[in-house]
């Protein structure tokens, strides 16, 4: 019943312009999504700190950025050996494409680590979803940017075990997309005053 | 018509016109008891009944044309017969009296303690439109899985399945009233922001394949797409409906920020249907059924799409919550995405069904106009109704009746666009039914479907 499985993407030229994107053409429509979800979340973040700059600078002022930082750091170092999966799989080698994928993944893993340790502060400091405008938004919006990495990593294993181009192109344009989407998020949140 | 049991399409969808006319019959009652509430016997005519029946009358005729439409489509994708005729018009004998007793119950009080708006049924009717929706799963499953599997009948199979799934979440009534209505929208919400928009992109799918020829690799490409975007939205779109309703605050920013994007599968079904109708190399000779599936594809996107957009952000919803804004888009909602849908395909199914050359095109045509003119014009007068009526109770202060004292005028101009809703419904009902004696039979092989 998996309208993506039972058809094949090689036949490109029906897919109109989603046909010169590499990987399965359905994958950027969900990017193409994800993006405005997360879009629009920043979009609201903008108009709820206007509203109440003071309180927001204040507890914007409680994260960890370190924490922040080193996170960036493994999805920008996951993201490049998540290119170098594609290249391999380009390559047609499948034991190195599977070696980066794992590499990457191992990366990733490691971001969830770093950002669960940064949860169980905020939570130890009395912070949670309902406690404020801004941890609200906090917590929702690098919430369900780390469901996502959660669901990159499922991603990434399916496109190993299969070890094709189109699936490794596929599985690794949604991880890139994860770790745009941070290189946006830490930011605005952590950064920006 | 090119499967013989494709005939049980006609049961489903003159049941379907049947309550059809009821629904709008009572939607003018309660138009009337709007503007002149004491000019009916209350006793016999009690506002909350009368609104009962418009609405369960809705969901009972527009699901009578769910079924008859995929008893009518799976036969010509899945290229057999469906695989129990039989238990086809058993499901069709227990959905429609279940349906009808209902709405004669309603007639003399007899509904659940329980009740919720739709799902006022008592549990033995909910029980057997299980049983109904069930027979109905088995059967048409069975037929899919037997015959060939194209795109339209995975997703029509996937939207059908989830009718009957979500529906389940009737039976379960929670003390607690949050709670309770949180449920509700499991029902509602993912029936008419999930379920049933697959159920419309495949049937919408299905006609631009007949109609205007166009290949159906493109036509899956975009069903693909449509479906995956209304997923994507539709789902954690319920949040919308839990603000103020008691659930906690986050749900404010996941329902604005789904729901907003609710917009695109409908934007992307009216740009499906239009490109296709500009690509397509076939003349189909049933026009009407064309205007009717261009203008479901248009009215969708504006009443549920727009109108919905209107008052989904939670800043916006807070002073709009339940005022008439919601009635606009309700109407236009329903109206444009599933009644023109379920018209649209009994327009062009019925000239096959009767083996005859597409019939009393004009005046088919004109009730398109004269019923969509209808309810637009409802749809604006109960915008203003609702922006009017919000500003002066929720932003004035203004006590609620007297709110209502001073959108009056819109109440009356709502009613008269109830009558011309009603008046186009029975012009299009008797275009259906009323064949010309002269009987020109469909010359040649039916057009075969471009593959």
Same mark, same amino acid.
């Given at each position: 019943?998996?309208?993506?499985?039972?058809?094949? !993407?090689?036949?490109?030229?029906?897919?109109?312009?989603?046909?010169?994107?590499?990987?399965?053409?359905?994958?950027?429509?969900?990017?193409?999504?994800?993006?405005?979800?997360?879009?629009?979340?920043?979009?609201?973040?903008?108009?709820?700190?206007?509203?109440? %700059? /003071?309180?927001?600078?204040?507890?914007?002022?409680?994260?960890?950025?370190?924490?922040?930082?080193?996170?960036?750091?493994? /999805?920008?170092?996951?993201?490049?050996?998540?290119?170098?999966?594609?290249?391999?799989?380009?390559?047609?080698?499948?034991?190195?494409?599977?070696?980066?994928?794992?590499?990457?993944?191992?990366?990733?893993?490691?971001?969830?680590?770093?950002?669960?340790?940064?949860?169980?502060?905020?939570?130890?400091?009395?912070?949670?979803?309902?406690?404020? %405008?801004?941890?609200?938004?906090?917590?929702?919006?690098?919430?369900?940017?780390?469901?996502?990495?959660?669901?990159?990593?499922?991603?990434?294993?399916?496109?190993?075990? /299969?070890?094709?181009?189109?699936?490794?192109?596929?599985?690794?344009?949604?991880?890139?997309?994860?770790?745009?989407?941070?290189?946006?998020?830490?930011?605005?949140?952590?950064?920006?005053? | 018509?090119?499967?013989?049991?494709?005939?049980?399409?006609?049961?489903?969808?003159?049941?379907?016109?049947?309550? @059809?006319?009821?629904?709008?019959? @009572?939607?003018?009652?309660?138009?009337?008891?709007?503007?002149?509430?004491?000019?009916?016997?209350?006793?016999?005519?009690?506002?909350?009944?009368?609104?009962?029946?418009?609405?369960?009358?809705?969901?009972?005729?527009?699901?009578?044309?769910?079924?008859?439409?995929?008893?009518?489509?799976?036969?010509?994708?899945?290229?057999?017969?469906?695989?129990? %005729?039989?238990?086809?018009?058993?499901?069709?004998?227990?959905?429609?009296?279940?349906?009808?007793? !209902?709405?004669?119950?309603?007639?003399?009080?007899?509904?659940?303690?329980?009740?919720?708006?739709?799902?006022?049924?008592?549990?033995?009717?909910?029980?057997?439109?299980?049983?109904?929706?069930?027979?109905?799963?088995?059967?048409?499953?069975?037929?899919?899985?037997?015959?060939?599997?194209?795109?339209?009948?995975?997703?029509?199979?996937?939207? #059908?399945?989830?009718?009957?799934?979500?529906?389940?979440?009737?039976?379960?009534?929670?003390?607690?009233?949050?709670?309770?209505?949180?449920?509700?929208?499991?029902?509602? +919400?993912?029936?008419?922001?999930?379920?049933?928009?697959?159920?419309?992109?495949?049937?919408?799918?299905?006609?631009?394949?007949?109609?205007?020829?166009?290949?159906?690799?493109?036509?899956?490409?975009?069903?693909?797409?449509?479906?995956?975007?209304?997923?994507?939205?539709?789902?954690?779109?319920?949040?919308? +409906?839990?603000?103020?309703?008691?659930?906690?605050?986050?749900?404010?920013?996941?329902?604005?920020?789904?729901?907003?994007?609710?917009?695109?599968?409908?934007?992307?079904?009216?740009?499906?249907?239009? !490109?296709?109708?500009?690509?397509?190399?076939?003349?189909?000779?049933?026009?009407?059924?064309?205007?009717?599936?261009?203008?479901?594809?248009?009215?969708?996107?504006?009443?549920?799409?727009?109108?919905?957009?209107?008052?989904?952000?939670?800043?916006?919803?807070?002073?709009? +919550?339940?005022?008439?804004?919601?009635?606009?888009?309700?109407?236009?909602?329903?109206?444009?995405?599933?009644?023109?849908?379920?018209?649209?395909?009994?327009?062009?199914?019925?000239?096959?069904?009767?083996?005859?050359? %597409?019939?009393?095109?004009?005046?088919?045509?004109?009730?398109?106009?004269?019923?969509?003119?209808?309810?637009?014009?409802?749809?604006?007068?109960?915008?203003?109704?609702?922006?009017?009526?919000?500003?002066?109770?929720?932003?004035?202060?203004?006590?609620?009746?007297?709110?209502?004292?001073?959108?009056?005028?819109?109440?009356?101009?709502?009613?008269?666009?109830?009558?011309?809703?009603?008046?186009?419904?029975?012009?299009?009902?008797?275009?259906?039914? #009323?064949?010309?004696?002269?009987?020109?039979?469909?010359?040649?092989?039916?057009?075969?479907?471009?593959?």
């Amino acid at each position: 019943m998996n309208a993506a499985t039972t058809q094949t !993407a090689d036949a490109p030229a029906e897919w109109g312009p989603l046909s010169a994107l590499p990987g399965h053409p359905l994958m950027w429509v969900l990017i193409a999504s994800e993006l405005a979800v997360f879009g629009l979340a920043l979009l609201g973040y903008a108009g709820a700190r206007a509203q109440n %700059p /003071l309180a927001f600078a204040l507890e914007q002022d409680s994260l960890n950025r370190l924490a922040g930082v080193a996170n960036t750091a493994l /999805l920008l170092t996951s993201g490049y050996f998540a290119a170098r999966a594609n290249q391999a799989a380009h390559a047609g080698d499948a034991t190195r494409t599977r070696l980066w994928l794992a590499a990457a993944s191992a990366l990733g893993l490691g971001f969830l680590v770093v950002k669960g340790f940064e949860y169980a502060g905020e939570f130890a400091a009395g912070h949670d979803i309902d406690s404020s %405008p801004f941890f609200t938004l906090y917590f929702l919006v690098t919430g369900f940017h780390a469901l996502h990495v959660v669901l990159g990593l499922i991603i990434l294993g399916i496109v190993g075990r /299969l070890a094709t181009k189109t699936a490794v192109e596929t599985g690794t344009a949604f991880w890139h997309m994860v770790d745009l989407i941070w290189l946006v998020v830490f930011p605005v949140f952590y950064l920006m005053r | 018509m090119q499967y013989q049991t494709q005939n049980i399409a006609k049961t489903y969808w003159l049941g379907a016109l049947l309550i @059809f006319a009821v629904q709008v019959s @009572f939607g003018l009652v309660g138009g009337l008891i709007y503007i002149a509430p004491n000019l009916l016997p209350v006793e016999y005519f009690p506002f909350n009944m009368v609104r009962m029946i418009h609405t369960n009358a809705l969901i009972v005729w527009l699901l009578l044309g769910f079924f008859g439409a995929a008893y009518y489509l799976i036969p010509e994708e899945s290229e057999r017969e469906i695989w129990s %005729p039989k238990l086809a018009y058993v499901q069709f004998a227990i959905f429609f009296l279940g349906g009808l007793s !209902a709405v004669v119950g309603y007639l003399f009080h007899i509904y659940a303690d329980n009740a919720r708006s739709y799902l006022e049924q008592p549990v033995w009717i909910k029980l057997g439109i299980i049983v109904a929706a069930l027979i109905f799963l088995l059967n048409i499953s069975m037929t899919v899985l037997q015959g060939r599997k194209t795109a339209i009948t995975n997703v029509l199979l996937l939207g #059908l399945w989830g009718i009957a799934i979500f529906f389940l979440f009737s039976l379960y009534n929670p003390a607690n009233t949050s709670e309770d209505k949180m449920f509700w929208w499991y029902v509602v +919400h993912l029936w008419v922001e999930g379920t049933w928009e697959l159920v419309m992109a495949s049937v919408l799918a299905f006609l631009m394949l007949k109609i205007t020829g166009v290949d159906r690799e493109v036509i899956e490409k975009w069903l693909y797409i449509i479906i995956a975007t209304a997923l994507f939205s539709g789902i954690l779109g319920t949040g919308h +409906h839990y603000y103020w309703i008691g659930a906690p605050g986050y749900w404010q920013w996941i329902g604005s920020i789904f729901s907003s994007l609710e917009v695109v599968p409908f934007f992307g079904m009216m740009i499906f249907c239009f !490109a296709m109708v500009w690509k397509g190399r076939r003349d189909h000779p049933n026009k009407a059924a064309m205007i009717w599936s261009l203008g479901c594809s248009v009215l969708a996107f504006f009443g549920a799409g727009v109108w919905g957009f209107l008052h989904t952000l939670h800043g916006i919803n807070f002073y709009t +919550h339940g005022t008439q804004v919601t009635a606009a888009h309700g109407h236009l909602a329903f109206y444009g995405a599933y009644v023109c849908l379920n018209l649209a395909i009994m327009t062009y199914a019925f000239p096959y069904l009767f083996n005859r050359a %597409p019939y009393n095109q004009v005046l088919n045509i004109a009730s398109f106009w004269i019923t969509s003119a209808g309810v637009v014009f409802m749809t604006v007068s109960l915008t203003f109704a609702g922006a009017l009526g919000t500003h002066l109770e929720r932003v004035q202060g203004m006590s609620y009746m007297d709110a209502q004292d001073q959108i009056g005028l819109f109440y009356l101009l709502r009613f008269g666009g109830g009558v011309v809703t009603v008046l186009g419904a029975l012009l299009f009902i008797s275009s259906l039914l #009323l064949m010309p004696r002269t009987k020109t039979v469909v010359t040649g092989a039916i057009p075969a479907a471009a593959e």
